[in-house]
């Protein structure tokens, strides 16, 4: 039997193709005796104005090195075609699954001779499920990380073979928080990988305790309410910047705020909440529930992503006027 053991790599975003590029750096596959034969990822999605069909970042870097590329619609649906799939790399040692973006059966998971290993990014038991990242900004939680999870049929629920830890800083944005636990996750994967694939390194089940459940972000947890406290407002902004993007409207357009700060100048809370206490270089500030928000990236529909700076260059904005939760109606 060959020495090196063979990885089949289930992933899809930028996040996943960290990982993959980790894999495939010749040092991380000398240390761990380890070679990616295969990449299952999404299939090419239409993308841009022209609505041009264009490749996952995974399928992109598994292509740049001859590597197989499996895209299901469904796994599920189409268990036949990987199995041939699979049958055809050869035998698998390990599965490897990055922020894939669907359920992978039974049948899949016990494919590889030693399962699959998920990359999460949360510090489980808090945040399984869809959005951690989102989840965790938008709880305010002080930290986040990564975890490699061994899977099992359940959501997340699979025992721990290691964590990393980081701090979630007060301006951290999905993006930028993203960015971070994708690296960190990479790290940590070509670390651990050759404890996993000799079974040197063992699985922690998972606590009972601090269980939660990170939920898909719905379109209607984008749409602002400023009656709620500023600090709630900030993490929602933070949390769902850039994509979907937190919103109000402003004379009847709608406006994406990317960026928020609670004001440390706490004042008595006077006038209604959404009314704009003042826009200038420094920001714009926003009126809320219990104290004020100061907003320093805007989106106004169909423009730019812009600083508070330019943004207040090409709208005019004065103190008193408000911002609405809802637009006008027709």
Known sequence: MSSIRRILFFGTPTFSAKSLSTLLDPKISE????????????PDRPAGRGHKLLPSPVKELALSHNLPVLQPNSLRKELSAFKEFAQALGPIDLGIVVAFGQILPKEVLELPRRGCVNVHASLLPRWRGAAPIQRAIMSADPQSGVCLMQMDEGLDTGAVY???ELDIDAKDTFSSLHDRLADLGASLLG??????????LPAVPQSGDGVTYAKKVSSAEAELKFQLPAAQLSATIRGLSPHPGAYCFLKGQRLKLLMAQESPHREPDKATPGTILRADASGIEIQCGT???????L????KKRLSA???LRGTQITAGERLEDSPPPS
């Not at 104290?291 to 990236?297: A, H």
Request: proline share 0%; glycine share 12%; net charge negative.
């Open 31 to 42: 240390i761990s005796s380890s070679k990616v034969v295969g990449v299952v990822t999404q």
């Open 162 to 164: 290691a964590q990393a």
């Open 191 to 200: 670390e651990r990988l050759a404890g996993i694939l000799s079974g040197s």
């Open 291 to 297: 104290g004020s928000i100061v907003c320093s990236e």
């Open 299 to 302: 989106q106004l529909e169909g």
């Open 309 to 311: 700076t330019d943004f």
